[in-house]
């Protein structure tokens, strides 16, 4: 039960940090520490071999590896950077494909509604809690992917799977 109640924050969060995304184009350093350190606790109750949970662990740290490298060549943002390893960590190793083939998807797809929408409505018309991503030269607020990513694998994870049996959804 309390395995279920941190995955349920743990994707509440992901979703609070998509929105901050949306409306600030920043994903803070608190949200990513608190996603990473929900991890903790989450492995303890999930009755995980340690071999298994080190794999979780591996995977966060080639995830820090590679979104860090993405980072230093201005391909993703750093609150983007740090959100996906935090994100693979809960994911693991048997998720963590899932997780990078939906988020690439949802972020072609967010690139593609943005450069579709700044050509044809300008960024006044759009209200103000969503408006920064319409400006001419913003970013594309990734997070919404990143989150996207992580509720269409959860299903895989082993971390996240009794959520996702709970409430009646099959990986």
Do not use: Q
């Amino acid at each position: 039960m309390i395995l279920i109640l941190l995955s349920g924050l743990f994707l509440a969060l992901c979703i609070f940090a998509a929105l901050h995304d949306v409306n600030r184009l920043t994903i803070p350093n608190w949200l990513n520490i608190t996603l990473a350190a929900l991890f903790l606790p989450a492995a303890l109750f999930s009755g995980l071999p340690l071999e298994l949970l080190g794999g979780h662990l591996l995977a966060g740290g080639l995830a820090f590896v590679v979104a860090f490298g993405l980072f230093a060549f201005r391909i993703f943002g750093g609150g983007d950077a740090k959100m996906i390893p935090a994100v693979v960590l809960w994911m693991g190793p048997a998720a963590a494909m899932p997780f990078l083939y939906w988020m690439a998807i949802a972020g072609g797809a967010c690139a593609l509604i943005l450069l579709i929408g700044r050509r044809s409505v300008p960024a006044e018309a759009v209200p103000g809690f969503m408006r920064a991503p319409f400006e001419p030269k913003a970013g594309v607020p990734y997070g919404v992917a990143i989150a996207a990513g992580a509720m269409l694998a959860g299903p895989h994870s082993l971390m996240l799977a009794s959520l996702y049996e709970a409430i009646g959804v099959s990986g």
